[in-house]
């Protein structure tokens, strides 16, 4: 086992096929390896009009911009006068050394190189007589502009949330962090996609341990491909069988980047509009955005209603079931005449009719968020209605259930994370099924193991349950539960920084 709990595989043999072309260099190779391929575009230059001087130019359409291989390759290749008498050779010196208006004018030397570059959005210039090869880069940088975090709203930060594109969301992250100790270390993972994973981090804040961990998992990752979040956070995360998410997805890059200030590694993956931040605790889980723009007070407060809510919508529904079922005593003499009265005509039982209750409330939901905006509304308000009252007055659910259940809905949205959310609506349903097992007993079982589980989980070697868990006995008091005014806040977390803790003075 490592020292974050994964086990690496040791001693066998690696699956993935390198280099992926065999064939040496040429612009044969290269139309080789795009056989088949419409968008592959392969043209020979005549420097300076001379026939004896031969380059082959080949692109993919759609990746390159037209406009810059016109104004920054082509025009220099025909008008530069310190071409037209210069040999094969020089004119490949000339061209490496800034003939070309280009910012990015590398060497390459194999056909993966050079295959690469092209789907990068690049320009491979092939010297058939010297078998060396130049990669310019003029990518479209097509891309869908930067707009407000519409999943993250808040009304005191910034309106700018990442885009599809990694470099623009490195450039939102360094406009935040000027800072000549921000790093941003890049990966290729996928055998497939060839996707750029960048890790960024603080040199000296953050911790050396944890950012070595997040590229060996990096460099282990030996897929197809990364599409979606799910490829990230299932391959690197600690514990698979957990359904709480151990890596937070934000699409705000003020708060990426608060984050790194305290310590934390993040990622970007190019064609996914989120950040990745690590380690994922449930404190960074619970924690909104507004937390440090309010006031300390009223943030104390919120943190509180947020914090109650969250055990609201986990353990309501359970202890209505075993109150009702199993300890009557429980419930005042008033509201069990009420409730009685409600359930006579009730065909159900309330166990069945609180977990079918639940069940509805997933399945309205889920066809909420998966059709488009406004039939999704529609579908919802239609399943409210057919579920609330209708169902009501025909006696299939009583109003004390329909109350509890709803209640125990809307209490769950306050938390921020919905991936975290999203174990909880699990744990809620686990939890009702026990309480109407063995009573407040079976609650105070599953509530046992619930945290006994969250205390088991650990992400990149800081506790989950952080900051209800001292790390290796070092807790700073000023980033315990709730928030304190920003000046007395002399020291980063223990947790997560590296040696330099102190962030003012």
């Known amino acids: 086992m490592g020292i974050f709990g994964r086990k690496r595989a040791e001693g066998r043999p690696h699956p993935r096929r390198s280099p992926v072309f065999d064939e040496p260099l040429s612009g044969k190779a290269m139309k080789d390896a795009f056989a088949g391929c419409v968008d592959f575009v392969s043209r020979e230059l005549r420097v300076a009009g001379d026939p004896e001087r031969v380059i082959t130019l080949c692109a993919v359409d759609g990746m390159v911009r037209s406009e810059r291989v016109n104004d920054y390759i082509l025009r220099p290749l025909a008008q530069d006068e310190g071409l037209r008498e210069a040999s094969l050779a020089e004119c490949f010196r000339l061209l490496a050394s800034g003939v070309l208006y280009n910012l990015s004018v590398n060497e390459i030397s194999t056909t993966d190189e050079a295959v690469f570059a092209l789907m990068e959005g690049s320009v491979v210039l092939w010297f058939e007589g010297l078998g060396k090869a130049l990669k310019c880069g003029v990518a479209t940088e097509e891309k869908r502009s930067i707009g407000d975090p519409e999943d993250e709203p808040a009304a005191k930060a910034g309106k700018d949330s990442f885009v599809e594109g990694v470099r623009t969301n490195t450039s939102l992250v360094r406009r935040r962090v000027r800072s000549v100790h921000l790093r941003i270390e890049e990966q290729v993972v996928g055998r497939q996609t060839r996707t750029p994973v960048d890790i960024l981090y603080l040199d000296g804040i953050a911790r050396p341990e944890v950012v070595a961990e997040v590229k060996r998992r990096l460099e282990d990752m030996d897929v197809d491909g990364v599409i979606n979040a799910g490829h990230v956070e299932q391959y690197l995360c600690d514990r698979l069988v957990t359904p709480f998410p151990q890596l937070?997805?934000?699409?705000?890059?003020?708060?990426?980047?608060?984050?790194?200030l305290a310590g934390r590694v993040g990622l970007i993956v190019d064609g996914l509009p989120l950040g990745f931040l690590l380690p994922g605790t449930v404190g960074l889980f619970l924690a909104a955005?507004?937390?440090?723009?309010?006031?300390?007070?009223?943030?104390?407060?919120?943190?509180?209603?947020?914090?109650?809510?969250?055990?609201?919508?986990?353990?309501?529904p359970a202890i209505y079931v075993a109150a009702v079922l199993f300890h009557p005593e429980m419930v005042p003499l008033a509201l069990a005449e009420a409730i009685i009265r409600a359930k006579a005509e009730v065909p159900f039982g309330t166990l069945f009719e609180t977990v079918m209750l639940l069940l509805a409330f997933e399945i309205i939901q889920e066809a909420g968020l998966r059709l488009p905006g406004n039939l999704g509304q529609t579908v919802s308000i239609l399943g409210g209605l057919v579920v609330g009252s209708a169902a009501v007055e025909a006696k299939i659910i009583s109003p004390a259930v329909l109350i509890v259940v709803a209640a125990a809905g809307v209490a769950g949205y306050t938390v921020p994370s919905q991936d975290l959310a999203g174990g909880m609506r699990l744990w809620r349903l686990g939890l009702t099924v026990a309480a109407g097992c063995a009573g407040l007993l079976g609650v105070t079982l599953g509530a046992a193991v619930l945290v006994g589980h969250l205390a088991g989980l650990e992400s990149f070697g800081v506790a989950y349950l952080t900051p209800f868990a001292a790390q290796a006995g070092a807790q700073v008091e000023t980033h315990g539960l709730f928030r304190v005014p920003l000046p007395w806040v002399k020291l980063r977390p223990a947790a997560f920084g590296g040696r330099n803790r102190r962030n003012q003075r």
């Open 248 to 260: 937070l997805a934000t699409q705000r890059p003020d708060r990426f980047s608060a984050n790194l």
């Open 289 to 316: 955005e507004q937390d440090r723009t309010d006031n300390w007070m009223v943030s104390r407060f919120l943190t509180a209603l947020r914090y109650g809510a969250m055990l609201l919508s986990l353990f309501l």
